[in-house]
């Protein structure tokens, strides 16, 4: 018999530095899981323009200045030539959702795609032409894309996400009662990740960043039943993730239950498998800390 799958309601921006230190985790749950949880993508739209932060002394500098202490604490890569301006969020959000006219896995590969090149590249992705361009690095088509981002479906798509991420006062008291949402014109907004966790009529918020247990403490009490596969080899993670994972990701998917994610010991391991031919690595970032299979 099969077993009911939990559906994970997944609120972000590709542009938070916060969801973007949480990819490792995300993977782990999608390995963990598998078809077991079934994901839904609502884009926040942090921000249609740069005018505000502007105005309050951010440069293209400070902004990977901070980007770096992420990095420092989680070990996700990031770039450290600052763009030529600010970018803001909107534009890519709606790319995703362009992309989602091709079903729920485009989007997510968009997503993904966008976040990546948010943090480890110079393109300027509020432009259409580099918007393109990451979509054609991931494999979805990025002329179509760009062009839906003018689709009246596409905009109305992206403004229901804005809405319901910004009624996290109806929908994700927990996540007020922990102070992981912000305040939005006297209401409550999700703020990135936010994971929302539902099965058979019942809901577990997880607000804002959490740690991965605390996911994994949601999925285990609405679906103690669901199949759970142990942390793979490094090799056979990627085998799995085509289009590659950082050394952080591979660390945080690989590491047993109790022990936290070993970054160098991970790194030494796929030095090993690559000098045995099983996975080579690409640069991403300032370094070659993109991991894919042979």
């Known amino acids: ?34 078809d077991g949880l079934e994901w839904r993508t609502v884009v926040i739209g942090l921000s249609e323009d740069t005018r505000a932060r502007e105005r309050a002394g951010v440069t293209p500098a400070s902004r990977v200045a901070g980007w770096k ?46 976040r990546l090149a948010w943090f480890t590249s110079t393109l300027l992705l509020d432009a259409d032409d580099d918007l393109a361009q990451v979509a054609d ?21 992206y403004q229901r996400d804005r809405a319901e991420a910004r009624s996290a006062g109806e929908t994700g008291a927990a996540a007020v009662a922990q102070d992981r949402a912000a305040d939005h014109d006297g209401g409550a907004r999700f703020t990135a990740p936010s994971l929302v966790f539902a099965r058979g009529g019942a809901r ?15 999925v285990a009490n609405l679906a103690p039943e669901l199949p759970r596969r142990p942390a793979p080899d ?31 010991g991970t790194e030494a391991a796929l030095r090993d ?22």
């Open 1 to 34: 018999m099969a077993v009911e799958p939990v559906t994970v309601t997944h609120y972000t921006d590709p542009s938070c530095p916060w969801a973007y230190s949480a990819e490792p985790y995300l993977r782990h749950l999608e390995w963990r899981f598998g």
């Open 234 to 264: 490094p090799a056979e993670l990627l085998a799995a993730n085509p289009a590659g994972l950082t050394t952080a990701e591979v660390a945080e998917v690989c590491r047993d239950r109790n022990d936290g994610p070993d970054i160098h």
């Open 137 to 157: 690095a991931a494999g979805l088509d990025g002329a179509r894309i760009a062009a839906g981002i003018a689709d009246p479906d596409v905009e109305a798509a």
């Open 69 to 114: 202490s992420y990095e420092a604490r989680f070990g996700m890569p990031v770039v450290s030539t600052p763009r030529t301006r600010l970018i803001a969020s909107g534009r890519p959000c709606r790319a995703i959702k362009a992309a989602e006219r091709d079903g729920a896995d485009a989007g997510r590969r968009m997503l993904r795609a966008v």
């Open 273 to 294: 498998r690559e000098r045995a031919g099983a996975v080579h690595r690409t640069p991403i970032g300032d370094d070659a800390s993109l991991w894919l299979p042979a």
């Open 204 to 218: 577990l918020v997880a607000g804002g960043w959490q740690p991965f247990d605390a996911y994994d403490l949601c």
